[in-house]
C-alpha cells in the first residue's frame, strides 16, 4: 500500500516543463500509481494499460501537447502538463485490439528528466500496477485517453494571445513562424466562408457509394489517385461510406507510400463505440499536420479506403 503522505505529495508536485528534444525517463510503475485518480486519472487523462510497458525507459519529447483539436466537437481546447513521446503510440492490445495507432498523451508528472542515453536502452520486462483501477470500459463504451480528452481539456478560444505567446516562449515555434501560421489559418478562413458562400461542392454520388478491395497488407507500396479520381468516389458530403476524405490529405495525391497497416477495429472518441470497417488502410508519413486546426499536434494517421489507391511496386 502505498504511503498516503507520499500520495499527495506527488499528485501535488509542480510538474517539470519539458521541451521538444528533451530527455525524460517514465517513472515506475509504484510512482504513477501515486499520481491517479480511482478511475486511474490525472487531471481528467486516463494512464492506460498499453503504456506500462514503457516504465523505467528513456524517450525524448517530441513536442508539447498544450492545445489539441478535438473531433467532432471542432474546437481546438487546452491541456496542461502534457507532452508526446517520440514514437510512442497506441497498440490497442488492452482496447480489444483497436488499430488507430493514436499517439500516447504523457503528463509530465508520470515522466523525469533524464540524461542522454549512451545507447539504445533494451526492452525491460514491464512491471505491473499493483492495486490501482485502470478500466478501459464503462458499460458497454469504450474509454481510452481520446475519449477522455473532452473531460480532459478546456475550450480554449482562437483569440487568447497566452496560447501563442507559450508556443514562442517554450520553443515550439518561431515568432517567424507562427506569423506566417497566423497569416495561412486566415486565409484559410476566408477561403472557408467564400466556399460557403457558392453552396455546396456538386457531385451526383448518393450512398452507397463505390468501394473497392486491394487486401493491402502492411508494407506495400500504393500510390494515393489523383483528387478527380477520389472526388468520383465521394458524395456530396465529401465521405466515401461515412468516412471523409480530409482536405489535409489531397497534398498526398499522386505520392507513392508504404502501408503502415490495415484498419479493421477502431475506438470512436466522441462515443466510445467500437467499430468494424473494411477495405480501410493508414499509410506511412501520412499524418496529420494540423495546420488546418490551429496547429493541433495530436500527428493522428489519416484514413485511407483502398478505393483511393493503387498498388504499385515500389517507390518511384
Known amino acids: 500500500m502505498t504511503d498516503h503522505n507520499q500520495t499527495n505529495s506527488l499528485r501535488n508536485r509542480r510538474p517539470h516543463t519539458f521541451r521538444r528534444g528533451d530527455w525524460v525517463e517514465v517513472r515506475s510503475p509504484e510512482e504513477i500509481q501515486t499520481t491517479l485518480d480511482a478511475e486511474g486519472k490525472l487531471d481528467g487523462l486516463p494512464f492506460m494499460p498499453e503504456m506500462i510497458?514503457?516504465?523505467?525507459?528513456?524517450?525524448?519529447v517530441s513536442r508539447r501537447a498544450d492545445r489539441i483539436f478535438l473531433d467532432r466537437y471542432f474546437y481546438v481546447a487546452k491541456l496542461i502538463n502534457t507532452v508526446f513521446l517520440e514514437g510512442l503510440r497506441c497498440d490497442g492490445q488492452a482496447h480489444d485490439g483497436c488499430q488507430m495507432?493514436?499517439?500516447?498523451?504523457?503528463?509530465?508528472?508520470?515522466?523525469?528528466?533524464?540524461?542522454?542515453?549512451?545507447?539504445l536502452e533494451a526492452n525491460s520486462p514491464a512491471k505491473e500496477l499493483v492495486s490501482v483501477n485502470l478500466p478501459?470500459?464503462?458499460?458497454?463504451?469504450?474509454?481510452?485517453?481520446?475519449t477522455e480528452l473532452v473531460h480532459a481539456s478546456n475550450k480554449l478560444p482562437w483569440w487568447d494571445p497566452r496560447q501563442y505567446l507559450q508556443e514562442v516562449m517554450l520553443g515550439e515555434i518561431s515568432v517567424g513562424k507562427l506569423f506566417m501560421d497566423l497569416l495561412s489559418r486566415a486565409g484559410q478562413k476566408i477561403l472557408r466562408i467564400f466556399k460557403r458562400l457558392n453552396g455546396p461542392a456538386k457531385n451526383s454520388l448518393s450512398q452507397p457509394t463505390p468501394t473497392e478491395s486491394l487486401n493491402l497488407q502492411a508494407g506495400e507500396w500504393v500510390e494515393v489517385k489523383s483528387m478527380e479520381e477520389i472526388q468520383a468516389t465521394l458524395d456530396a458530403n465529401g465521405k466515401n461510406r461515412g468516412l471523409g476524405f480530409a482536405p489535409e490529405q489531397?497534398?498526398?495525391?499522386?505520392?507513392?507510400?508504404?502501408?503502415?497497416?490495415?484498419?479493421?477495429?477502431?475506438?470512436?472518441?466522441?462515443?466510445?463505440?467500437?467499430?468494424?470497417?473494411?477495405?480501410?488502410?493508414?499509410?506511412?508519413?501520412?499524418?496529420?499536420?494540423?495546420r488546418m486546426c490551429r496547429s493541433c499536434p495530436r500527428n493522428c494517421y489519416h484514413l485511407w479506403r483502398e478505393i483511393w489507391l493503387r498498388r504499385v511496386a515500389g517507390p518511384k
Open 250 to 290: 489531397a497534398e498526398f495525391c499522386g505520392k507513392r507510400l508504404r502501408v503502415a497497416g490495415r484498419v479493421e477495429r477502431l475506438i470512436l472518441e466522441w462515443s466510445g463505440e467500437m467499430r468494424t470497417v473494411t477495405n480501410t488502410v493508414e499509410l506511412d508519413e501520412a499524418t496529420c499536420h494540423g
Open 53 to 60: 510497458k514503457y516504465c523505467g525507459r528513456k524517450f525524448r
Open 136 to 146: 478501459t470500459r464503462k458499460g458497454d463504451r469504450y474509454t481510452c485517453q481520446a
Open 101 to 119: 495507432r493514436c499517439e500516447l498523451f504523457w503528463k509530465e508528472a508520470w515522466l523525469k528528466p533524464a540524461a542522454l542515453p549512451k545507447e
